[in-house]
Each structure stands twice: as structure tokens, then as C-alpha cells.
């Protein structure tokens, strides 16, 4: 029985294949970052390209942390309805810190605080997880799950011929699909009622074509009997 068997081992021990799992989705994370002429500005925001057994493995992870910043998204937004306008260590912000609002406020603000850290644990990277909880999860709030996308490479990675794919977020290169119209047929009007037409032509067609000619008369040619000259 395959029990206990589930998952790629990726030709590595648990160890590496943890910190394997961690290092590509802080890459796919951090590729949202602002990186404007730094030396290693990403090529396309929110997409990577790996080998397809490693796109696999590492997706489900990747969803695990977006679901759990989804999730606090609701007591950030509240909490943020109760911080004051005024700026940090002022005379207000002071006043502001000493008043029971300032305890509702870290009461709303527990649950955030608990995702963030369990983000930072499993990601290991602060600017991964600042990224993730301002930019990726706002993104994907209205969205249930299925945050990422895997798409097969045709051309494989040179050296072992390994099956490379692409590992992005939806909705940052979606592709359009345009929809095909049918054509539209306008019937044709007619004149008459269809099933007064469909009556005169059944009449027509049991009465038959009337005689062009008038029948032989007796004693001629034509006639049955009639005798030759």
C-alpha cells in the first residue's frame, strides 16, 4: 500500500526540500517588488520559470501563505478604521496611545500580527511577507483559491532535457480569450399567413394543373374508335 508517499522528493532530504519549497516562493513573491533600475530587476513581475515537478510541488505552499494573508485581510481593514490620522510619536499619537481605543485597536489587530508570523515562518523572508500582505493578498481578496497558475514550456532546459514551466499569479498575464459570434439569421416576412399558405398549397397539390386543351371530338383521329382516312 502507498502509504505516507505523497509528494515529490526532488532528489533531496526534508531539509532541503523545505528550504527548496521556501526559496521559490520568496522568488515568485519578491518578483511583485519595486526593483526599478536595481541589478537585479525581475524580467516579468509575478511569474517564474522552473522545472514542472517543482512548479507542482511548490504551488500548493505558495496558496497556503496567500490563504492565510486573505484571511486577515477583514481585521485590517477594521483595524485601520480605528488608527488616527495623526503622525507616530506626536502629542495626539501619544494621547491616542493612552486612550481605550488604542486597546480595541490591538485587540483587532491580534489576528494580523498571528498570519504574519506564521507567514514569516514558513517563508523566512520579511520583505516577502510585507509583499505578500499589501500587494498579493489585497489582489486576491474577492478570489476563493486557485491564486497561481502552472503553464508547460514546449522547449525543455538544456543539459538533462528537464521539463521547464511557468509558475505565475492569475491575473497578472491573463490571456483574453475573444468570443466568437454566431451569425444571425432574419427570417423572411411573408405576406400571407403560413398556415393559410400551407393550406392552398395542399388544394393545390390534390387538385392538380387544369387542362390546357379541350378532348377530342367524337369521329376524329385523336378520338378512340375514330377511323383513319
Not at 172 to 195: A, C, L, Y
Request: with cysteine.
Amino acid at each position: 500500500m502507498r502509504h505516507r508517499k505523497r509528494g515529490r522528493k526532488l532528489g533531496r532530504n526534508p531539509k532541503h526540500q523545505r528550504a527548496l519549497l521556501r526559496a521559490l516562493a520568496v522568488s515568485l513573491i519578491l518578483t511583485e517588488r519595486d526593483a526599478a533600475g536595481e541589478p537585479n530587476e525581475p524580467r516579468q513581475p509575478g511569474r517564474i520559470i522552473t522545472t514542472l515537478q517543482k512548479a507542482k510541488e511548490v504551488r500548493p505552499f505558495i496558496e497556503r501563505c496567500i490563504t492565510i494573508a486573505r484571511r486577515a485581510l477583514p481585521y485590517l481593514e477594521a483595524a485601520q478604521k480605528l488608527e488616527p490620522d495623526a503622525q507616530r510619536h506626536s502629542e495626539a499619537w501619544r494621547a491616542w496611545r493612552n486612550s481605550p481605543q488604542w486597546y480595541e485597536w490591538n485587540r483587532t489587530m491580534a489576528p494580523v500580527v498571528a498570519a504574519r508570523r506564521r507567514v514569516l515562518k514558513l517563508l523566512g523572508n520579511k520583505q516577502a511577507v510585507r509583499i505578500l500582505f499589501d500587494t498579493i493578498a489585497p489582489r486576491m481578496a474577492d478570489r476563493p483559491g486557485g491564486y497561481t497558475r502552472i503553464l508547460r514550456l514546449a522547449k525543455p532546459r538544456r543539459g538533462d532535457a528537464g521539463t521547464r514551466a511557468i509558475l505565475e499569479f492569475v491575473g497578472t498575464h491573463d490571456r483574453k480569450r475573444k468570443k466568437t459570434v454566431k451569425p444571425s439569421f432574419e427570417p423572411i416576412p411573408s405576406e400571407t399567413n403560413p398556415s393559410a399558405a400551407l393550406a392552398e398549397t395542399s388544394s393545390t397539390e390534390r387538385v392538380g394543373p387544369e387542362p390546357t386543351s379541350s378532348p377530342p371530338q367524337a369521329g376524329s383521329p385523336e378520338a378512340p374508335g375514330g377511323s383513319a382516312p
